[in-house]
């Protein structure tokens, strides 16, 4: 197995809410871009809450996120994994991202979304216990991966849309 690495976060000072995923997915690491899989929900669904569309080139996605007050990041920094799955991520070689200096950097996040079980847990574990002081909304949503196929499209889109949406801040 080889060591795989994260991307740095998307965000700017302003976010207020931090989505997090696990670890990019091969098809990610190959293009360099967070949820890069065609299948993966993820751009369509911010397509429809922060108009970060498919159809937009990569780096004005990003900014869509950042004027919508929305930070993109994964829990884990670095880890050993055979495949794309997080049911393949080897539990003993992970690493997690410095989230003390994220949030230190990033004052105004009040909520954080899961973007699926693999994140949440990974962050409960690896990196809550470090926070101490911090109060946020921890809140997990369903995974937009492929593989998650018990919820349709719609089904996602509205349990996301009712999350991040409905409970806004800005």
């Not at 899989?37 to 809450?49: Q, S, V």
Request: proline content about 8%; glycine content about 6%.
């Amino acid at each position: 197995m080889t060591r795989i690495r994260s991307f740095p976060p998307i965000a700017d000072e302003h976010a207020r809410i931090l989505i997090l995923g696990s670890m990019p997915g091969k098809e990610s690491l190959r293009a360099g871009q967070y949820y890069a899989h065609p299948r993966n929900a993820f751009w369509p669904i911010m397509g429809e809450l922060a108009g970060a569309s498919p159809a937009l080139p990569y780096e004005e996605r990003a900014l869509k996120l950042k004027q919508a007050g929305i930070a993109l990041w994964d829990v884990l920094a670095s880890c050993m994994r055979h495949g794309s799955l997080d049911a393949d991520i080897d539990p003993d070689s992970i690493h997690p991202n410095d989230f003390a200096a994220f949030f230190e950097a990033h004052p105004h996040i009040e909520r954080v979304y899961f973007n699926g079980t693999m994140a949440e847990q990974s962050f409960r574990k690896h990196v809550l216990p470090l926070l101490g002081h911090l109060t946020l909304r921890l809140e997990r949503l369903p995974s937009t991966s492929p593989a998650n196929a018990s919820l349709r499209f719609e089904q996602k889109l509205e349990i996301w849309k009712t999350a991040i949406l409905d409970n806004s801040v800005r």
